[in-house]
């Protein structure tokens, strides 16, 4: 059996959370043991967010260590690259190409990372870096709210569960009038992958 | 069953199958969870008290009926609940009494980081921990059975990485409930708490104490997992998990009860191992009390007492104390240009937002980050701060609030220091659910020692900071059913005050009126500032926009701290899916050159 430690970063409100639970159950259901938590400051909305789900055949800490991360899916670019430290050599890293500047940036005190400086400092870890462009797809599929959905497609790329589970998974965490579209968005995000190469 | 719970969920399942009836607790991350998983069950009474020290006392009232019943707070929240805590423990119980204590290391969520096992310790009362979401589950059933057992409140301690951490539970029970009716029969030497009686009970406490040290030897949980002989870990709650990630060779004492501590056990384990390291969230609770029996023991020698713990700092003790091999670190990542932080804003649209600007901007405290200081002034308004969202009006551009320690506090710091002859005005500011949780005593002390302070109360219909819980203010319970309601204004009138104002949050011009009005008048004024939380209002359909032509860049509207504000060089603009619309509109009322407008009215000019 395999492990997979997943690392799941974002911004509130972009629905990362729910994102690792349906992970974890996914996870649950094939047979693995599972953990997971969420790292959150206290803000309702706009703060930094990160969740960690590890799956194996018996998982101790909640949390990953440093330099243990198989995948790591960005749903906000400067999110992603903040944890970069915990990635494996040679990790999965898929990265939304969005940006949500945080005020600081809008004032013009910092700087917020160019694409070029975000590739380099994943690069320092792994060169399996997928930028996708999780916002633009969901949003022209008229849904922006199921980027956590397509995001989960990238990452399911990589794992060896089911699609079925993965869809079975997703329509027992929504509501059924947000199956459809979430179902869509799980599919733009496999096909955003490919391969995997 | 296979289930996958957040150790919060479990604790309310397992509390739920032990036959609970009676649930309270006052809203604290990492607790909140507990009592809204515990809400839904119809055959259990549940309530969001007032405060801790009265869920405390409403939960010790219930117990006395012979009901189970569960307490949950925050670390702080004991605190609060500490005067009753002490007494459930002089008292004992009748009903089984759980009091579930939820630490919060590193301080995610709380004004200061406490373990509160001393607590139980001072109280003389059993402590469990449980080391995932199973034993989560099951140490609740055990709790309630050792509290009637041996007629004392149990505290049950998590950390925050218990509470919110899902985990896989194997849930094996059923609700198994009393079917005693409630009933109470008068005991005056075990329920009235007269210095005669108190002294009768104080050595039953100590006898009490003996007893369990001598179960906790025997009890299940505190258990030997057998491994290499050189090395013993001591560990309890997550820090277990920790560890047995690091040193898998090794032996391990797990302590489900860690305190009293169970003696001929520690020294068993002791006699099996070369060496033992401590490893424990927070303070060396353990490693003390193991000391003591003269049992040498490593522990926060190595491993922080500060903060939450991980594998890598147990990995990092580990080497330091030369029972793990160094590895080589993978190479630390280098960044160009240090990346900007994220710290935590106002939401767009939130009911705080008008009126810290126009407490800011009276006290002339707005400044943008990173704009040059000017001369340090004394403030000639100081901002006495509470407990909740409105904590991070502290931040720029609103700089908004000079203190805040425990909840209640700004109103009795106001007082402080208008008494002791501070020239400023001074203004205290503090939420509706905090108000209601602890501001109600000093407000009554400012009325009864003629203060001459205002008071503002943010009332936006909710505890936010938590998760949206409701309160005696809004007259819904934790079940969301209808309830009695507190009106703030009358409580404020019938306190006696003559200066109480209603404004509505969202009317820059009211909300000035209204502080400028009460600053300037000797006597001690309310002004309640009310606005529904922006979480939980559907947005406007019509967000804002900047008309560029009519736009001076003066900066005026990044002032208010909105994130659906932002800038591209100087030229300011809205982030239309972040804007609250017509719900909020403070940014085009504080626009000097009414360059901000519905976002329809520009295109049709268009």
Redesign the interface.
């Given at each position: 059996m395999k492990k997979f430690d997943l690392f799941i970063t974002g911004v509130g409100g972009q629905g990362n959370i729910l994102a690792s639970d349906i992970a974890a159950e996914v996870a649950l259901a094939a047979g693995y043991d599972v953990k997971k938590t969420d790292t959150l400051g206290m803000a309702q909305r706009g703060g930094s967010v990160i969740s960690h789900v590890r799956i194996a055949e018996k998982v101790h800490s909640p949390l990953i260590k440093e330099g243990e991360v198989d995948i790591l899916a960005g749903f906000e670019k400067l999110e992603a690259v903040r944890w970069a430290g915990y990635l494996k050599p040679g990790a999965i890293a898929i990265i939304n190409d969005f940006a949500q500047p945080p005020l600081s940036v809008n004032f013009g005190v910092d700087h917020y990372p160019s694409d070029e400086e975000v590739r380099a400092i994943l690069k320092q870890r792994t060169d399996r870096i997928f930028m996708v462009s999780g916002t633009h797809c969901v949003t022209e599929l008229g849904n922006a709210r199921t980027l956590n959905i397509f995001m989960l497609g990238c990452m399911s790329r990589f794992m060896p569960f089911k699609v079925e589970l993965w869809k079975k998974s997703i329509r027992a965490h929504l509501p059924s009038r947000l199956h459809k579209i979430n179902i869509a968005a799980f599919d733009l995000g496999r096909k955003e992958i490919g391969d995997g190469r | 069953m296979?289930k996958?719970l957040s150790g919060n969920e479990a604790l309310a399942l397992g509390a739920y199958h032990a036959g609970v009836r009676v649930a309270t607790a006052y809203p604290g991350?990492p607790s909140t969870e507990i009592l809204e998983a515990i809400a839904p069950y119809k055959d259990v009474y549940a309530e969001w008290s007032t405060n801790e020290k009265v869920a405390m006392e409403v939960g010790l009232g219930a117990c006395y009926t012979g009901a189970r019943t569960l307490v949950c707070m925050k670390a702080v929240g004991l605190n609060v609940a500490a005067d009753p805590f002490l007494a459930a423990a002089t008292t004992g119980i009748n009903g089984g009494l759980v009091i579930v204590s939820a630490d919060d290391p590193s301080i995610?969520?709380s004004q200061g980081e406490q373990d509160n096992r001393h607590y139980a310790k001072l109280a003389k009362v059993p402590i469990l921990e449980p080391v995932?979401s199973q034993s989560a589950y099951d140490l609740m059933a055990l709790a309630f059975e050792i509290s009637e057992r041996f007629d004392t409140p149990v505290m049950l301690r998590t950390t925050t990485?218990i509470s919110?951490?899902?985990?896989?539970v194997n849930v094996t029970g059923e609700r198994a409930v009393s079917t005693k009716p409630p009933s109470f029969p008068r005991n005056v030497q075990k329920y009235v708490m007269l210095p005669v009686n108190a002294r009768f009970r104080r050595p039953l406490i100590e006898e009490r104490l003996v007893k369990l040290a001598e179960f906790a030897d025997t009890f299940p949980f505190n258990r030997i997992e057998s491994g290499g002989n050189n090395l013993g870990i001591i560990a309890s709650g997550?820090g277990y998990?920790?560890a047995?990630?690091v040193f898998p060779e090794a032996s391990f004492l797990v302590l489900g009860m860690t305190h009293p501590h169970p003696t001929a056990l520690l020294r068993r384990f002791a006699g099996q191992v070369k060496r033992i390291l401590v490893v424990e969230e927070l303070d060396p609770f353990l490693e003390d009390s193991i000391k003591a029996l003269g049992i040498p023991v490593s522990g926060k020698e190595f491993i922080p007492r500060i903060g939450e713990l991980?594998?890598?700092i147990i990995?990092a003790a580990g080497r330091k104390m030369g029972v793990l091999a160094g590895k080589p670190a993978?190479?630390?990542?280098?960044?160009?240009?240090?990346?900007?932080?994220?710290?935590?804003?106002l939401?767009p649209g939130c009911p705080h937002t008008g009126m810290f600007y126009v407490l800011a901007s009276l006290g002339q405290r707005l400044k943008?980050?990173?704009a040059k200081e000017k001369e340090q002034k004394e403030s000639t308004l100081v901002i006495t701060g509470d407990i909740g969202?409105y904590t991070?009006a502290t931040y720029p551009p609103l700089n908004a609030m000079d203190t805040t320690a425990c909840m209640g506090a700004s109103i009795g710091h106001a007082i402080g220091m208008e008494k002791a002859g501070l020239k400023s005005k001074i203004v205290a500011v503090i939420g509706d659910s905090t108000f209601l949780h602890s501001g109600v005593t000093p407000l009554i002390d400012a009325v009864y020692n003629q203060s001459k302070i205002t008071v503002v109360i943010l009332d936006n219909g909710t505890t936010?900071?938590t998760?949206h819980q409701e309160h005696p203010g809004t007259g819904i319970t934790v079940k969301g059913e209808q309830a009695g309601r507190v009106i703030l204004e009358d409580l404020v009138r019938g306190l006696g005050i003559k200066d109480v104002k209603v404004v509505s949050a969202f009317d820059i011009r009211e909300v000035r009126a209204a502080v400028r009005y009460s600053l300037d008048r000797p006597e001690l004024s309310v002004i309640i500032s009310r606005g529904a939380c922006a979480?939980r209002t559907p947005r406007g359909a019509v967000s804002r926009t900047i008309e560029v032509e009519s736009c001076n860049q003066c900066g005026i509207c990044?002032l208010i701290?909105c994130?659906a504000?932002?800038?591209e060089?100087k030229q300011p603009f809205i982030d239309p899916?972040m804007c609250m619309g017509e719900k909020c509109t403070i940014c085009q009322q504080v626009c000097p050159k009414r360059a901000i407008k519905p976002s329809s009215e520009l295109r049709a000019a268009k």
């Open positions: - | 296979k996958l991350t995610h969520s995932d990485r919110h951490s899902k985990s896989v997550i998990q920790y047995r990630e991980n594998a890598d990995e993978p190479p630390k990542i280098t960044v160009k240009n240090p990346l900007p932080g994220r710290p935590p804003l939401c943008l980050p990173g969202c991070l936010a900071m998760g979480v990044l701290g994130p504000i932002q800038a060089g899916s």
